[in-house]
């Protein structure tokens, strides 16, 4: 939770108070708390190895999906990286929030409801 909540600082706390490091802001708010998300979950949870690799694997396919079926302007605005720049801070948030609530759930129903937060 203390990185997407540095993640959501950096992303729209940052360039407010120092608009002088809105491209630091945008770039580690982005690119960088999906990055320790990511690390996190892969080397330091506690999640069976299925659901590490599975839930890394939803979140590419989600994204790629999602890249087809939304207007053309947010699938090739900024040289094709938008969606992903709008997308990549709900999508940290929405995994975190889905870890959290799904914690003590059975195996089974744990896995079910990971494809929630990767579409």
């Known amino acids: 939770m203390a990185i997407v909540i540095a993640q959501w600082l950096l992303r729209f706390v940052v360039p ?8 630091y802001g945008l770039i ?10 990511v690390l996190w979950w892969v080397f330091f949870s506690r999640a069976p190895w299925p659901e ?5 694997v939803l979140m590419i396919a989600g994204m790629i999906a999602t890249k087809g079926i939304v207007h053309v302007s947010l699938a090739t605005g900024a040289q094709g990286i938008l ?20 914690r003590n759930l059975s195996a089974g129903l744990r896995r079910a409801t990971m494809v929630g937060p990767s579409c």
């Open 52 to 56: 590490r690799l599975g839930a890394i």
């Open 28 to 37: 580690g708010g982005i690119f960088g708390g999906a990055l320790a998300i």
């Open 16 to 23: 407010v108070v120092v608009p002088a490091a809105l491209v």
């Open 83 to 102: 969606l992903y720049m709008l997308a990549i801070p709900g999508l940290c948030l929405a995994f975190v929030a889905w870890a959290v609530a799904a």
